[in-house]
């Protein structure tokens, strides 16, 4: 049960942060790429490779390993990136002629958050 209520906290304040973050971006920027969920799912990679590196390199104390990745990880990360809006955002692109734009935003995406997930772990691990 306790697993259960850090996933749903964590995931509570991902959703929100990504309500608010995704909104504030999509205000800012023109054209159709999407550049809100983009944003939203390149930092919480790169929030995930954080906590991956923290898992990996013992910055967590071993206890609190598991509530830690439950509450972060699945949680609040979980909450806070949106593969499905991505894909969602992709067919519209699509359906409107856009593929070009979809393409785009679909290899993009795809290649940024792997690359943020493996720059938060390297952080971690040089700075461990």
Same mark, same amino acid.
């Given at each position: 049960?306790?697993?259960?209520?850090?996933?749903?906290?964590?995931?509570?304040?991902?959703?929100?942060?990504? %309500?608010?973050?995704?909104?504030?971006? *999509?205000?800012?920027?023109?054209?159709?790429?999407?550049?809100?969920? %983009?944003?939203?799912?390149?930092?919480?990679?790169?929030? @995930?490779?954080?906590?991956?590196?923290?898992?990996?390199?013992?910055?967590?104390?071993?206890?609190?390993?598991?509530?830690?990745?439950?509450?972060?990880?699945?949680?609040?990360?979980?909450?806070?990136?949106?593969?499905?809006?991505?894909?969602?955002?992709?067919?519209?692109?699509? *359906?409107?002629?856009?593929?070009?734009?979809?393409? @785009?935003?679909?290899?993009?995406?795809?290649?940024?958050?792997?690359?943020?997930?493996?720059?938060? @772990?390297?952080?971690?691990?040089?700075?461990?």
């Amino acid at each position: 049960m306790t697993g259960l209520l850090l996933v749903a906290a964590g995931g509570a304040v991902g959703a929100a942060a990504r %309500f608010m973050l995704d909104g504030a971006v *999509r205000t800012r920027s023109h054209g159709p790429f999407p550049w809100g969920t %983009f944003t939203v799912n390149v930092l919480g990679s790169l929030a @995930i490779g954080v906590v991956a590196g923290l898992v990996l390199f013992g910055g967590f104390e071993d206890g609190d390993v598991a509530s830690w990745r439950l509450a972060l990880a699945t949680g609040l990360c979980g909450g806070f990136t949106t593969f499905s809006t991505a894909m969602v955002e992709t067919v519209r692109l699509a *359906r409107s002629n856009r593929v070009r734009v979809a393409l @785009i935003s679909t290899v993009g995406t795809l290649a940024a958050t792997v690359v943020a997930v493996a720059a938060g @772990i390297a952080v971690v691990g040089l700075l461990t």
